[in-house]
């Protein structure tokens, strides 16, 4: 459980920095200082960026410094980051990856035993077919059967993570 809430927590503390690219908090002031609200106070407190990753992340400015840091921290996050920076390769945008890492993640969750994470990812999971259940039906309303396709599986044997286990076996 505390993964996976770990995870989460890294989740939000990249999408804020993305999402405070082109406000006032991306300003040098609004970074890191003591006044309410800085981008550095809108962080979490828990994860596995933090405090290391999360201080890089206060340093970023824009999306080349993004990239900087993202290759200072590591695996996973640099494959989540290349899949942003390359958008023409899979039309996956950077939520997209997040999602998929989640559902594996949330997976795993029943693999485990005597902890309440199994409780915690079957509802996210059930969030998860229903956020693929809104897409699918959105793209039968505005007839883009083409992108049908192109949603998070659960507990499915063609989920790109489980294609990856077993190419490697």
């Not at 970074?31 to 340093?59: A, C, H, M, N």
Request: aromatic share 10%; net charge negative.
């Amino acid at each position: 459980m505390g993964g996976l809430l770990r995870a989460k927590a890294d989740q939000r503390a990249i999408n804020i920095t993305l999402n405070s690219f082109g406000t006032p908090l991306n300003e040098p002031t609004m970074r890191e200082g003591d006044g309410w609200p800085t981008r550095k106070s809108l962080y979490p407190s828990i994860g596995f960026l933090y405090p290391q990753g999360t201080e890089l992340l206060v340093k970023v400015s824009d999306e080349a410094t993004m990239t900087q840091a993202m290759e200072q921290i590591g695996l996973p996050y640099t494959s989540i980051w290349n899949v942003h920076q390359s958008t023409a390769v899979s039309d996956k945008s950077i939520d997209d990856a997040f999602f998929e890492r989640e559902v594996s993640m949330l997976e795993l969750a029943f693999e485990n035993q005597m902890h309440y994470g199994c409780f915690y990812a079957y509802v996210k999971l059930k969030e998860q077919e229903i956020r693929n259940l809104v897409w699918i039906s959105e793209c039968i309303v505005q007839q883009q059967k083409a992108e049908i396709n192109k949603f998070v599986p659960v507990f499915s044997l063609h989920s790109p993570w489980r294609i990856q286990l077993n190419s490697g076996r």
